[in-house]
């Protein structure tokens, strides 16, 4: 989580900072299902690399949108969820894609 010291002054850029790029909210529509394990987080994202999805999943854990829990089993594998806190950002990520639906069918002129 961020700081107290590290909170920008407006709200909307705390949630930029959180979440603001488009592989962040696929990761959260993908384990708002259930959850992945990294390689099938990875293959169920179309276009993400392997470097940018580790990148993006530790960013995530550290500010509580994820839990990373590494299950022993044989070979051991890493399984990720979403926290209480993610899985609030619903409802913002299902309005953001009621609003680009409409805005595509408008270009489309649908």
Known sequence: M??????PPCPVV???QLFGNKWKIC??????????GFNELRRAI???SQKV???????????GLINREVVPETPVRTEY??????????P?????????????ELVRGE
């Not at 990761?27 to 992945?36: A, D, N, S, Y």
């Not at 999805?53 to 500010?63: C, D, I, T, W, Y």
């Not at 913002?92 to 595509?104: A, K, P, R």
């Open 2 to 7: 961020l700081t107290k010291d590290e909170l």
């Open 14 to 16: 705390t949630c930029f």
């Open 27 to 36: 990761v959260i529509q993908q384990l708002e299902v259930r959850p992945f």
């Open 46 to 48: 179309s276009g993400i």
């Open 53 to 63: 999805l580790s990148s993006n999943l530790k960013e995530m854990e550290v500010a």
């Open 81 to 90: 969820s979403l926290t209480e806190l993610g899985a609030s950002l619903m």
């Open 92 to 104: 913002l990520i299902e309005s953001m894609v009621t609003w680009g639906t409409n805005y595509q």
